[in-house]
């Protein structure tokens, strides 16, 4: 049988089939993380790290970014000051830490598993929903990835070349780490037992050593940065996510749902029907049951060394583990490791099925994972995201051009941070919203101090019907909504009082465009109160 031409070519050029397979995938995942890197809005969370990366001095941007680890906040905010604050610099590091994961994993996969289960691994690296995205927001999740990658990258070096130059690569990255990442607190201990489990005792000082470091490093971070971080709201936010231990039963039951959430998490992008993200339980319990018997078991410390000292981090309420609400972004430094061990499992499935007298098993269940697959939503789901999507600055730059005198705009609680960066009008009159679930707004429809226009400006809010209830519940009777502007998860609503009649008609914005700024609120009308960020 003669060789496919592709193939054929590709000899004739120099270059392996596997070569060519290795290189097209990283050339996808640069496109993936390049659609939408600028042109997609800053959502809430995103906005107050822009601002603290806006900001003046260092210092200054450490206050603001609040709960961002400290050496991502001054990253981001060297980049300002170098480059400007366009949305593609800022998250430029962000980028550059998803594209580093990709490129680095291979390195690392190839060594724990067969070529045909790192190239699959590094396939769902690659195109994963989840990693894209966070290789393209403006927050530190797309670093835990990849300091989580890097130093077990190193520590693989140094088991296989002990040397002086790999111990302190190794722990200044570890150092370097613990500024850029949360969770390398949970990775770096792993790395330890692994070290200490491979390399030959004579290698143990050094070890203890590294450990001495990377535990003052820890100290130092904490008594700096972190303790100051601690936010109650944060805690609260998360209650709900730490275990249950008011009995066995109970406890189980929290654990299988949140284990259920972190798999759909991260596999159910990949699939057209709702329960395809359980192809990744059975993957991934595959791929530990063939790590199981004789090969690479590391690979089973790298992955649930960090899982099991999280979840001990949540039993103290100190870390939320597997979380609702998307929560499972902060367990992305163990995503590489789900899908190495995923690709592992089905690669061993698959060798083993067609290693049996009858060979229509295997092929047909390719065909059936094809089937579940969701190719063409996923590559539009990486290019164009639509998790967080939250398009303010149309809004802010409308509402900046038909403000009128005597106009007054109120900013819903998860609008303000993405508005601050967006609006380039006068916030001196701006009233912030105190929560989004504030009612009563002291101003009055009528009299001298009334207003003669509302801006409502809303991010972040679901439903639209739930947005109107606040307004209602927060204006009260004397004010009625004339018109709406709408853009995806974002509103500009404009109220007058009831006894205004106005002659725009009911379904466009009224005023011609005109560059005026706010007329400020008073103090009592609205009091400033320092903002909480958002969890």
């Given at each position: 049988?003669?060789?496919?031409?592709?193939?054929?070519?590709?000899?004739?050029?120099?270059?392996?089939?596997?070569?060519?397979?290795?290189?097209?995938?990283?050339g996808?995942?640069?496109?993936?993380?390049?659609?939408?890197?600028?042109?997609?809005?800053?959502w809430t969370?995103?906005?107050?790290?822009?601002l603290?990366?806006?900001?003046?001095?260092?210092?200054?941007?450490?206050?603001?970014?609040?709960s961002?680890?400290?050496?991502?906040?001054?990253?981001?905010?060297?980049?300002?000051?170098?480059?400007?604050g366009?949305?593609?610099?800022?998250?430029?590091?962000?980028?550059?830490?998803?594209?580093?994961?990709?490129?680095?994993?291979?390195?690392?996969?190839?060594?724990?598993?067969?070529?045909?289960?790192?190239?699959?691994?590094?396939?769902?690296?690659?195109?994963?929903?989840?990693?894209?995205?966070?290789?393209?927001?403006?927050?530190?999740?797309?670093?835990?990835?990849?300091?989580?990658?890097?130093?077990?990258?190193?520590?693989?070096?140094?088991?296989?070349?002990?040397?002086?130059?790999?111990?302190?690569?190794?722990a200044?990255?570890?150092?370097?780490?613990l500024?850029?990442?949360?969770?390398?607190?949970?990775?770096?201990?792993?790395?330890?037992?692994?070290?200490?489990?491979?390399?030959?005792?004579?290698?143990?000082?050094?070890?203890?050593?590294?450990?001495?470091?990377?535990?003052?490093?820890?100290?130092?971070?904490?008594?700096?940065?972190?303790?100051?971080?601690v936010?109650?709201?944060?805690?609260?936010?998360?209650?709900?996510?730490?275990?249950?231990?008011?009995?066995?039963v109970?406890f189980?039951?929290?654990?299988?749902?949140?284990?259920?959430?972190?798999?759909?998490?991260?596999?159910?992008?990949?699939?057209?029907?709702?329960?395809?993200?359980?192809?990744?339980?059975?993957?991934?319990?595959?791929?530990?049951?063939?790590?199981?018997?004789?090969?690479?078991?590391?690979?089973?410390?790298?992955?649930?060394?960090?899982?099991?000292?999280?979840?001990?981090?949540?039993?103290l309420?100190?870390?939320?583990?597997?979380?609702?609400?998307?929560?499972?972004?902060?367990?992305?430094?163990?995503?590489?490791?789900?899908?190495?061990?995923?690709?592992?499992?089905?690669?061993a499935?698959?060798?083993?099925?067609?290693?049996?007298?009858?060979?229509?098993?295997?092929?047909?269940?390719?065909?059936?994972?094809?089937?579940?697959?969701?190719?063409?939503?996923?590559?539009?789901?990486?290019?164009h995201?639509?998790?967080?999507?939250?398009?303010?600055?149309?809004?802010?730059?409308?509402?900046?051009?038909?403000?009128?005198?005597?106009?007054?705009?109120?900013?819903?609680?998860?609008?303000?941070y993405?508005?601050?960066?967006?609006?380039?009008?006068?916030?001196?009159?701006?009233?912030?919203?105190?929560?989004c679930?504030?009612?009563?707004?002291?101003?009055?429809?009528?009299?001298?101090?009334?207003?003669?226009?509302?801006?409502?400006?809303?991010?972040?809010?679901?439903?639209?019907?739930?947005?109107?209830?606040?307004?209602?519940?927060?204006?009260?009777?004397?004010?009625?909504?004339?018109?709406?502007?709408?853009?995806?998860?974002?509103?500009?609503?404009?109220?007058?009082?009831?006894?205004?009649?106005?002659?725009?008609?009911?379904?466009?914005?009224?005023?011609?465009?005109?560059?005026?700024?706010s007329?400020?609120?008073?103090?009592?009308?609205?009091?400033?109160?320092?903002?909480?960020?958002?969890?």
């Amino acid at each position: 049988m003669s060789k496919p031409a592709g193939n054929n070519q590709a000899a004739a050029a120099g270059i392996p089939p596997f070569a060519l397979s290795l290189v097209g995938i990283w050339g996808a995942a640069i496109i993936l993380r390049l659609g939408d890197l600028s042109a997609r809005n800053l959502w809430t969370d995103e906005a107050w790290v822009a601002l603290a990366a806006l900001a003046a001095t260092p210092g200054e941007a450490l206050t603001l970014g609040r709960s961002t680890p400290p050496f991502y906040t001054l990253a981001v905010w060297g980049l300002v000051q170098v480059f400007g604050g366009s949305e593609a610099i800022l998250r430029s590091l962000s980028f550059a830490f998803g594209l580093g994961t990709v490129f680095l994993f291979w390195f690392i996969a190839r060594r724990l598993a067969s070529p045909a289960a790192a190239l699959l691994g590094l396939t769902l690296v690659a195109v994963s929903p989840v990693l894209v995205y966070f290789s393209k927001e403006l927050k530190q999740y797309s670093g835990d990835a990849f300091f989580a990658v890097l130093v077990v990258w190193l520590a693989e070096n140094l088991q296989e070349h002990p040397g002086k130059g790999g111990w302190l690569v190794l722990a200044l990255s570890g150092v370097g780490a613990l500024g850029f990442s949360h969770g390398a607190v949970f990775v770096l201990p792993v790395i330890l037992a692994v070290l200490w489990l491979n390399l030959p005792r004579s290698q143990r000082p050094w070890l203890a050593g590294l450990g001495a470091l990377w535990g003052l490093a820890v100290a130092a971070f904490y008594v700096i940065f972190y303790r100051h971080q601690v936010d109650p709201q944060l805690v609260d936010y998360w209650a709900g996510e730490f275990p249950d231990f008011s009995g066995l039963v109970a406890f189980l039951a929290w654990l299988g749902g949140a284990l259920g959430r972190y798999f759909h998490y991260f596999f159910s992008y990949f699939f057209s029907v709702s329960c395809g993200w359980l192809w990744g339980v059975v993957f991934t319990a595959l791929g530990l049951g063939a790590l199981a018997r004789p090969g690479p078991r590391r690979l089973l410390l790298y992955w649930g060394g960090p899982l099991l000292l999280t979840l001990a981090a949540a039993a103290l309420h100190r870390y939320p583990f597997m979380a609702r609400y998307n929560g499972s972004r902060l367990l992305l430094f163990s995503a590489p490791w789900l899908y190495l061990l995923a690709a592992i499992g089905l690669t061993a499935i698959l060798s083993r099925l067609r290693r049996r007298p009858q060979r229509w098993p295997a092929p047909a269940l390719a065909i059936l994972i094809l089937i579940t697959l969701q190719p063409l939503a996923l590559v539009q789901e990486d290019l164009h995201p639509q998790a967080n999507r939250q398009e303010l600055k149309p809004l802010a730059a409308y509402l900046q051009s038909h403000l009128l005198p005597g106009d007054r705009i109120y900013v819903y609680y998860h609008a303000i941070y993405p508005f601050k960066y967006y609006f380039r009008g006068d916030l001196e009159g701006v009233c912030w919203g105190k929560s989004c679930v504030e009612t009563n707004l002291d101003l009055p429809a009528s009299g001298p101090a009334s207003p003669r226009r509302l801006w409502l400006v809303a991010a972040h809010f679901g439903e639209l019907a739930s947005l109107r209830q606040f307004a209602t519940r927060l204006l009260g009777p004397n004010w009625r909504e004339e018109t709406i502007k709408r853009q995806q998860n974002a509103a500009l609503l404009l109220f007058v009082p009831q006894d205004c009649i106005m002659a725009a008609p009911q379904n466009a914005l009224p005023g011609a465009p005109r560059s005026v700024t706010s007329v400020p609120l008073t103090e009592k009308a609205c009091p400033k109160t320092p903002l909480p960020p958002r969890p």
